[in-house]
C-alpha cells in the first residue's frame, strides 16, 4: 500500500508561483508512474501531468503546458509540480496519484494510490 501526502498548496496572486510536493512511503516510489489531477469547485477532475518512473517522459495539458513543470526525485520517494505563471483558472484542489507501470496516463481510473489533495488559490 502506498500513502502519498502533498504538500505546498496555498494562496498566491496571479503570475506567481508555487511549488507542489508529495511524498510517496509504503512502496518502491520507482516502480510507480505519477501524475498530478486537480479538481475545482463544480468541476470533475482533470488531467494535469504525468512522469514516467524514471523521469525520462511526461506528459503536460495543453492548459498547463510551458508553466507547469513536474519532476521527481526517487531518492527522496517525491514528485514536484512547479507552477509558475498562475491563473486564476488553477484554482483547485491538487491530487497526485501513483500507478504501477511503465507508462503515463491521463485516465485518473488508471492510478491505483491518491492523496488528499492540496488547495491551491490563485487570486486575480
Known amino acids: 500500500q502506498v500513502q502519498l501526502v502533498e504538500s505546498g498548496g496555498g494562496l498566491v496572486q496571479a503570475g506567481g508561483s508555487l511549488r507542489l510536493s508529495c511524498a510517496a512511503s509504503?512502496?518502491?516510489?520507482?516502480?510507480?508512474?505519477m501524475g498530478w489531477f486537480r479538481q475545482a469547485p463544480g468541476k470533475e477532475r482533470e488531467f494535469v501531468v504525468a512522469?514516467?518512473?524514471?523521469?525520462?517522459?511526461?506528459d503536460y495539458a495543453d492548459s498547463v503546458k510551458g508553466r507547469f513543470t513536474i519532476s521527481r526525485d526517487n531518492a527522496k520517494n517525491t514528485v514536484y509540480l512547479q507552477m509558475n505563471s498562475l491563473k486564476y483558472e488553477d484554482t483547485a484542489v491538487y491530487y497526485c496519484?501513483?500507478?504501477?507501470?511503465?507508462?503515463?496516463?491521463?485516465?485518473?481510473?488508471?492510478?491505483?494510490?491518491w492523496g488528499q489533495g492540496t488547495q491551491v488559490t490563485v487570486s486575480s
Open positions: 496519484a501513483a500507478r504501477a507501470g511503465v507508462y503515463t496516463t491521463r485516465y485518473d481510473s488508471l492510478y491505483h494510490y
Open positions: 509504503g512502496g518502491t516510489f520507482s516502480t510507480y508512474a
Open positions: 512522469i514516467s518512473r524514471s523521469g525520462g517522459n511526461t
